[in-house]
Nanobody, 122 residues
């Protein structure tokens, strides 16, 4: 069983940066792909980024590529989302999720964290 806990969300000014963390329990976490999602108030949840289990492959939502970077530290069972050049449209609660499947469809995520809120102020 994998449990995920996000952290790092905060209030930040437009143009600023944040690094979100996703801490995982479980000895087999390195076998899981991890996705980052976000949900803004009144909107549906949307995919943001994805990293493979070994960290070699990453994908990004159009609009965040070049600003966001997903990475993982296998030794620490951690996945990170570095977010730069933040704008108000990035305001949302951010979630990490883990999947045994590859490639991954949103329906294939087995484990979800509780989310961490990010607010970008102008």
């Amino acid at each position: 069983q994998v449990q995920l806990v996000e952290s790092g969300g905060s209030v930040v000014q437009a143009g600023g940066s944040l690094r979100l963390s996703c801490a995982a329990s479980g000895r087999t976490f390195s076998t899981y792909a991890v996705g980052w999602f976000r949900q803004a108030p009144g909107k549906s949840r949307e995919y943001v980024a994805l990293i493979s289990g070994n960290g070699d492959t990453t994908y990004y939502k159009t609009g965040v590529e070049g600003r966001f970077t997903v990475s993982r530290d296998g030794a620490k069972n951690m996945v990170y989302l570095q977010m730069n050049s933040l704008n108000r449209e990035d305001t949302a609660t951010y979630y990490c999720a883990a999947s045994k499947s590859w490639p991954v469809d949103e329906a294939n995520y087995d484990h979800w964290g509780q989310g961490t809120p990010v607010t970008v102020s102008s």
